[in-house]
């Protein structure tokens, strides 16, 4: 028996990076797992090698699409909303652009999750007396500790920590359980097209390597122990908490 065993565990982002190894580590748990992301192809790869993975293009950003998808759904009992992007500048180097669409995508996808897929979880914990969880992607960088040139990540992420903190005052005698996973720098495809996209990606790696006091990089094996945790019974005592997951950084 694993940890996740009987549970129905959804993850956002799920074709890549942490959401694929989340996605991956909660089905080797038992977890019946429900994959989604944008990228079709990414997610075809994960359900080919892996076949006893639901998987599911969905747009976040989409409240209609995301409502319409919650409909269909049996009652989740872990929801982990993975979705989100990186705005490299400071506040006036920030476009008004990328200060939107970073809300919606770090934000406001968890509002239109949330919105859509808790009812069914709080009426499944009433009937079942089991406890369900939501896991909220925040982040160590600017929600916690501030860095350079993070004006609009750090923003959203904070927001972020507000909403998981809120949702899980609000709902703690219904039997939800709300945190934010706050990773520290980690290896992924995301922070390789950012590292590629400097003026000097070698510099840009050893800036990177260089904050963390550990003196490496997490990888996505790192993180996902804490996944699977936030998601298990063996939590069952722990909501509202920012759970930091950084080699150090905010030591």
Request: proline residues 3%; charged residues 15%.
């Amino acid at each position: 028996m694993g940890l996740l065993t009987g549970k129905r565990v959804l993850i956002t982002a799920a074709a890549q990076g942490i959401g694929r190894a989340s996605a991956l580590a909660c089905a080797a748990e038992g977890a019946q797992l429900i994959a989604t992301d944008i990228d079709a192809a990414q997610l075809a790869t994960l359900q080919a090698s892996h076949p006893g993975i639901q998987t599911h293009v969905l747009n976040v950003r989409d409240g209609a699409a995301v409502a319409a998808f919650a409909a269909q759904t049996p009652a989740l009992d872990v929801l982990f909303n993975c979705a989100g992007m990186v705005a490299h500048g400071s506040v006036l180097e920030c476009s008004e652009s990328d200060w939107d669409t970073s809300f919606d995508l770090n934000v406001k996808s968890m509002f239109h999750m949330t919105r859509a897929f808790l009812p069914a979880m709080l009426a499944h914990a009433a009937e079942t007396g089991a406890g369900v969880s939501v896991i909220n992607m925040a982040s160590m960088a600017s929600s916690i500790k501030g860095f350079v040139n993070r004006a609009a990540y750090g923003a959203t992420k904070a927001a972020v920590i507000g909403l998981t903190k809120s949702m899980a005052a609000d709902y703690v005698k219904q039997g939800l359980r709300v945190n934010a996973l706050c990773p520290g720098t980690v290896d992924t495809p995301s922070l390789r097209g950012r590292i590629a996209a400097a003026a000097d990606p070698v510099q840009a790696e050893k800036d990177f390597v260089a904050r963390q006091p550990m003196g490496r990089l997490a990888t996505v094996d790192d993180i996902t122990p804490m996944v699977v945790y936030l998601a298990s019974d063996a939590s069952r005592f722990v909501t509202g908490q920012c759970m930091l997951v950084d080699g150090g950084v905010t030591i």
